[in-house]
């Protein structure tokens, strides 16, 4: 079955670039009626949607991060990555990714990883 | 509206029926989805579309909606079922994804 895996440092300092990867296996990150996601949880908060990316490039971003965040994708390691830049404290958060099956008239995060914590400190 | 509103908290005694709502204007256009957190784990989706659950999700987790208001209801409330819950759907431009702010479920 498909599975994800989170990937980067732990640590970062602040002003920094955040940089997570992805790496989905058991399945094709090039299949049509999905596309990946990145969301994150600051420790003992909510969850919030960062963006997607469609293995055709295709990106969708929060709004209230879209300055700062770059989603990309390589195929041929079926992996899809987040780049934030000039990260605060305030981005510290438990990080996931997570498959989002979209068939057609409805959307559904089916399969998530297990997650990553990335702290921004100096 | 890129907004979903859910109660914080909601309680319920064990085997009753508990209902955990989601409000939103874009839930007139979108389907809402449901998520389960227990504490140091990833969600889990328990409910999408109209009304379906993943396999392995028990049948006393069921989903519907009217008008801007998508509700999780879950009939004969186990104890294992004590979690964050968490509505999620596009906003309004369709081009956008949001969470709801969660519920934090409670089985007396």
């Known amino acids: 079955q498909v599975q994800l895996q989170e990937s980067g440092p732990g640590l970062v300092k602040p002003s920094e670039t955040l940089s997570l990867t992805c790496t989905v296996s058991?399945?094709?990150?090039?299949?049509?009626?999905?596309?990946w996601g990145w969301i994150r949880q600051p420790p003992g908060k909510g969850l919030e949607w960062i963006g997607n990316i469609y293995y055709s490039e295709s990106t969708y971003y929060n709004p209230s991060l879209k300055s700062r965040v770059t989603i990309s994708v390589d195929t041929s390691k079926n992996q899809f990555s987040l780049k934030l830049s000039s990260v605060t404290a305030a981005d510290t958060a438990v990080f996931y990714c997570?498959?989002?099956?979209?068939?057609?008239?409805?959307?559904?995060?089916?399969?998530w990883g297990q997650g990553t914590m990335v702290t921004v400190s100096s | 509206s890129s907004e979903l509103t859910q109660d914080p908290a909601v309680s319920v005694a064990l085997g009753q029926t508990v209902r955990i709502t989601c409000q939103g204007d874009?839930?007139?256009?979108?389907?809402a989805t449901w998520y389960q957190q227990k504490p140091g784990q990833a969600p889990v989706l328990v409910i999408y579309?109209?009304?379906n659950r993943p396999s392995g999700i028990p049948d006393r987790f069921s989903g519907s909606s009217s008008g801007n208001t998508a509700s999780l209801t879950i009939t004969g409330a186990q104890a294992e079922d004590e979690a964050d819950y968490y509505c999620?759907?596009?906003?309004?431009?369709?081009?956008?994804?949001?969470f709801g702010g969660g519920t934090k479920l409670t089985v007396l």
């Open positions: 999620n759907s596009r906003d309004s431009s369709g081009n956008h994804w949001v």
């Open positions: 874009s839930l007139r256009s979108y389907y």
């Open positions: 997570a498959r989002l099956w979209s068939p057609g008239g409805y959307d559904a995060f089916d399969i």
């Open positions: 058991g399945g094709s990150i090039s299949s049509s009626s999905y596309y």
């Open positions: 579309g109209k009304n």
